[in-house]
Structure formats: C-alpha cells, structure tokens
Nanobody, 122 residues
Framework: QVQLVESGGGLVQAGDSLRLSCATS????????MGWFRQAPGTQRQFLAY????????YYADSVKGRFTISRDIAKNTVYLQMNSLKPEDTAVYYC???????????????WGQGTQVTVSS
C-alpha cells in the first residue's frame, strides 16, 4: 500500500521557518514528480513546488519562489519543504503528492498524503 505521510506542521509566528517532511512507503518513485500543495479553508488546492525524484530538478510557484525550498532524500524516501519568512497568508493544510508528470495541476497527481496543518500568527 502506497503511503505519503506529512509531518512538521504547527503554529508559528510571522517570520519564522518550518520544515515539512513527506515520508513515502509502499513503492519507489524513480520516475515520479513529488509535489507540495496547500489548501486554505474555502479555497482551491494551490500548487507550491515539485521535484523530480531521480534528478532533483525543481519548479516553484511564483508565490513561494525564494521563500520555500523543496528537496528530497532518496535514501530516506522523504521529500521536504523548507519554508522561510512565513506569513499569516501561508496558513493552510499542506499536502505532498506524487505524479508521473511535471505539472502544477493537482488532478494529475496519483498519490496524496493526509496533510499537515500550518498556522502562522501575526
């Protein structure tokens, strides 16, 4: 059974940093793109970044470019999202996902985690 399990969320103050983790199990993802998304109440799921599992090529949404960094540890089967200079508008549930194509379209990702809450207070 394929599992993606996010962790590392929590309550922080504006300007703080957090690192989210996404531990994968049940299969390997050599040809997959690992993405991070977020969803605030009443909004659609928003693409943040993806990384190509094998070669580490990355792509970011303009809204987080320069503040967020996606990375992966192949030996640990884990993907990370380092978030710096957090703002109250970053408050959302953060999800990791795996899909076969390099895309910002959430519908193209096959596997999803359960999400982790990030709350940024002002």
């Amino acid at each position: 059974q394929v599992q993606l399990v996010e962790s590392g969320g929590g309550l922080v103050q504006a300007g703080d940093s957090l690192r989210l983790s996404c531990a994968t199990s049940g299969r390997s993802f050599p040809g997959y793109y690992m993405g991070w998304f977020r969803q605030a109440p009443g909004t659609q799921r928003q693409f943040l970044a993806y990384i190509y599992w094998v070669y580490g090529r990355t792509y970011y949404a303009d809204s987080v470019k320069g503040r967020f960094t996606i990375s992966r540890d192949i030996a640990k089967n884990t993907v990370y999202l380092q978030m710096n200079s957090l703002k109250p508008e970053d408050t959302a549930v953060y999800y990791c996902a795996a899909g076969p194509r390099p895309t910002v379209d959430a519908g193209a990702y096959d596997y999803w985690g359960q999400g982790t809450q990030v709350t940024v207070s002002s």
